[in-house]
């Protein structure tokens, strides 16, 4: 079952920023170690937020997707000094490429399972919020779009089970009855979408969107601990830059894989690097035992 989360309680200024600098450090940053954590944090969030059963789902995905990914670099990227083999065509099947294949493979599994994580997290109410003002209309189409996506889905299967009900399952029957059928249900999902627009339309100029001097309701108040939660962001981003600047985060994949792994300052950066991934994870738990001492307490 879902959990519920410390994190997703913080103003959404910093949900929006620690996302917005993990994915960016997951994307560039290809250290066999700060993906290994990326990986590792992400996946435990995901598995947090969503429940065991989400993630088992979702694991169907990531765990192909990254074992193809590794396996589809070797066969393009030839690149590397130690060869294992030559594949058919003659081309070298070098150990480099493997790794840097694998490497790939999980920067992408932990950048969607961030992703997911940013999903349940920014809701479309705390996007609006934050870019409402700047640039309201995309803001708008955007969270809408993001709210459409998980709703239509819902509908379809609304409609697929009512369907059913009336004896008009799509998987049975001829080719012809199934297209006939799921044609019916696109028709059926066509006409929701449409009228679900118009509603929205309706809705939102009856409560005055886009009237000049409307105000906005927002239950979101900047408070001491988002203060906390910005300093700390911002200290250990700047301390991770620093270490990437100094070369901590050091590794080459090709033409032999060489990098940086131990030493005081190296091991330093890991660990802020580390905390500043499992934020959410700590907060959590330091606000779980919190709730257990008070009950303790009382």
């Given at each position: 079952?879902?959990?519920?989360?410390?994190?997703?309680?913080?103003?959404?200024?910093?949900?929006?920023?620690?996302?917005g600098?993990?994915?960016?450090?997951?994307?560039?940053f290809?250290?066999?170690?700060?993906?290994?954590?990326?990986?590792?944090?992400?996946?435990?969030?995901?598995?947090y937020?969503?429940?065991?059963?989400?993630?088992?789902?979702?694991?169907?995905?990531?765990l192909p997707?990254?074992?193809m990914?590794?396996l589809?670099?070797?066969?393009?990227?030839?690149?590397?000094?130690?060869i294992?083999?030559?594949?058919?065509?003659?081309?070298?099947?070098?150990?480099?490429?493997?790794c840097?294949?694998?490497?790939?493979?999980?920067?992408?599994?932990?950048?969607?399972?961030?992703?997911?994580?940013y999903?349940?997290?920014?809701?479309?109410?705390?996007?609006?919020?934050?870019?409402?003002?700047?640039?309201?209309?995309?803001?708008l189409?955007?969270?809408?779009?993001l709210r459409?996506?998980?709703?239509?889905?819902?509908?379809?299967?609304?409609?697929?089970?009512?369907?059913?009900?009336?004896?008009?399952?799509?998987?049975?029957?001829?080719?012809?009855?199934?297209?006939?059928?799921?044609?019916?249900?696109?028709?059926?999902?066509?006409?929701?979408?449409?009228?679900?627009?118009?509603?929205?339309?309706?809705?939102?100029?009856?409560?005055?969107?886009?009237?000049?001097?409307?105000?906005?309701?927002?239950?979101?108040?900047?408070?001491?601990?988002?203060?906390?939660?910005l300093?700390f962001?911002?200290?250990?981003?700047?301390?991770?830059?620093?270490?990437?600047?100094?070369?901590?985060?050091?590794?080459?994949?090709?033409?032999?894989?060489?990098?940086?792994?131990?030493g005081?300052?190296?091991?330093?950066?890991?660990?802020?690097?580390?905390?500043?991934?499992?934020?959410?994870?700590?907060?959590?738990?330091?606000?779980?035992?919190?709730?257990?001492r008070k009950?303790?307490?009382?």
């Amino acid at each position: 079952m879902p959990n519920a989360d410390t994190f997703s309680s913080y103003h959404p200024l910093i949900n929006f920023l620690w996302f917005g600098l993990v994915l960016l450090f997951s994307m560039f940053f290809l250290h066999p170690v700060c993906l290994g954590m990326s990986l590792s944090c992400a996946f435990a969030y995901s598995l947090y937020l969503s429940g065991g059963k989400a993630t088992r789902r979702r694991l169907l995905f990531l765990l192909p997707l990254l074992l193809m990914t590794a396996l589809l670099n070797p066969a393009f990227n030839h690149e590397g000094a130690t060869i294992l083999a030559y594949l058919p065509n003659g081309n070298p099947l070098t150990w480099e490429s493997i790794c840097y294949g694998l490497a790939a493979g999980v920067m992408l599994a932990a950048v969607l399972c961030w992703f997911v994580c940013y999903n349940l997290v920014m809701t479309s109410d705390k996007f609006v919020y934050l870019f409402g003002r700047v640039i309201p209309a995309l803001s708008l189409v955007l969270s809408m779009t993001l709210r459409f996506v998980p709703k239509f889905k819902a509908q379809l299967q609304i409609v697929i089970n009512a369907q059913r009900g009336i004896g008009r399952e799509l998987s049975g029957g001829g080719l012809l009855s199934r297209a006939r059928q799921g044609l019916t249900v696109l028709s059926i999902m066509i006409t929701w979408a449409l009228e679900n627009a118009v509603e929205t339309a309706d809705s939102m100029r009856a409560r005055g969107y886009g009237l000049p001097g409307r105000s906005a309701f927002s239950i979101y108040r900047w408070s001491r601990r988002d203060s906390l939660a910005l300093a700390f962001v911002l200290c250990a981003v700047g301390y991770i830059i620093a270490g990437r600047m100094c070369q901590a985060f050091s590794w080459r994949y090709f033409p032999t894989m060489q990098g940086t792994l131990t030493g005081f300052f190296p091991i330093s950066v890991y660990a802020v690097y580390l905390v500043l991934l499992a934020l959410p994870l700590l907060l959590d738990v330091a606000a779980a035992r919190q709730w257990r001492r008070k009950e303790h307490i009382h």
